[in-house]
């Protein structure tokens, strides 16, 4: 057990699995990913309580930026479920971070509509699938405007690890294809306890076809067939068509976790 309180957090760590290190230590945890040392949400200091003055902001900050030295970004998460942020927003964004809040939302099982018509449910198992999900991913961080060297560097890197997962049989991969065009993909870890989807992505050209509901239900039955009794998990941006999309899914909001990050100069 991590010792951390909130899901999203929790189930964070167990994405990251062996590839982070998580030091627990009285005010705070800090993690680690030495493999990506620019993945921002590998490498983040993690407080237990929240900063109740301006001059407490500070000292979090410096905290921070020593537990982590020689990176040029810096994030900061409160493992506590549904803040209030107004209290401690403007000395942050003072120092030039940005508060953010995620949904995280919970449940037995996913509806599952079915898939529609010539598209296919598959594991992704060969070079060739892993390659294609790689491609897909990385056209979708292009779509949303990051620079392309990150973006590659940071997908290649994920995936070797996700994959490493997925053979070692701590999660999985999943994709739809439309023939053989792979047209959407996202992937799960899980635990007899708890099961965290990540990274839903949609072809250009295939979306607003009710795709990511179909894969979402077929992943959700999947896992459910291979741990029944655990909690499904899944992460957005806060008040998202993402997030909307999971609550007609049957995912139900459960906690508000609150970060604050800051970009490289």
């Given at each position: ?90 000395p942050f964004e003072a120092a030039g971070y940005e508060i953010e809040t995620g949904i995280t939302l919970a449940g037995d099982l996913a ?155």
């Open positions: 057990m991590t010792g951390l309180k909130t899901l999203e957090l929790a189930t964070d760590i167990l994405v990251m699995g062996e590839q982070s290190e998580l030091t627990n230590y009285p005010d705070r945890f800090v993690q680690r990913t030495p493999e990506q040392p620019d993945f921002w949400f590998g490498n983040r200091t993690i407080f237990k309580s929240l900063p109740k003055d301006a001059e407490e902001v500070e000292a979090q900050i410096s905290i921070a930026l020593r537990d982590h030295p020689g990176v040029d970004f810096s994030v900061i998460f409160w493992d506590v479920p549904d803040v209030d942020t107004k209290p401690f927003t403007e509806v599952r509509p079915g898939l529609p018509g010539g598209i296919s449910f598959r594991e992704i198992t060969s070079d060739a699938a892993w390659e294609a999900v790689i491609e897909l991913q990385l056209a979708g961080m292009l779509g949303d405007g990051y620079d392309p060297d990150t973006a590659e560097s940071y997908i290649h890197k994920s995936f070797a690890r996700r994959r490493s997962v997925s053979e070692s049989g701590r999660g999985g991969w999943f994709g739809l294809y439309d023939d053989d065009l792979l047209v959407a993909d996202m992937g799960l870890v899980w635990s007899p306890e708890l099961v965290r989807y990540q990274s839903v992505e949609t072809r250009e050209s295939h979306r607003r076809r009710g795709l990511c509901a179909a894969l979402l239900g077929e992943v959700s039955a999947y896992a459910s067939e291979r741990h029944p009794g655990a909690r499904q998990v899944i992460v957005a941006e806060d008040g998202t068509t993402a997030a909307r999309l999971y609550q007609r899914a049957g995912f139900v909001p459960v906690e508000r976790v609150v970060s604050a990050s800051r970009t490289p100069k």
